[in-house]
């Protein structure tokens, strides 16, 4: 993280002169120590997103998807009169262990079209689905999967 702020730094200025990359190094350090103190940052944070990259990866394109397949669902809902939507809440457990994961799966459900978090404490999740056929597979699904893959 302190080579991201330097290189930053050295990014906004410009150009590479000694003066800058030293004020840059102090620079880079005060804001290092700034986030340590501030939100808890620690190099181990760093590597644990590494070791996840790849699956992060994986998320968003996984994510990406959902959401066009659900948008064209949405669509053909709106667009065939005789198909009228049926609402339903789903309650389900996740098995997710942290909250970092759970609450990633609650964003990325509502982010999702046609469904929506309504509450989540911990593995616990109520869910209102714009009808029956968006609601399956809601606890095992491929976010879930995703989720228990990584390590936070």
Known sequence: MPLLFLLLWIILNGRVTAEILIFGIAI???VTFAAYKAIGYTPERD?????NFPLILRYVAVLTAEIIK???GIIRYALNKDKKPEPVIVEFHSG???NQQNVLLANSITLTPGTYTLFQEGDHFVVHCLCDDFSTGMADSKFVKLLGRMRM
């Open 28 to 30: 880079a350090a005060g």
């Open 47 to 51: 590597a644990v997103f590494f070791r």
């Open 70 to 72: 659900s948008a064209v």
């Open 96 to 98: 997710l262990p942290t």
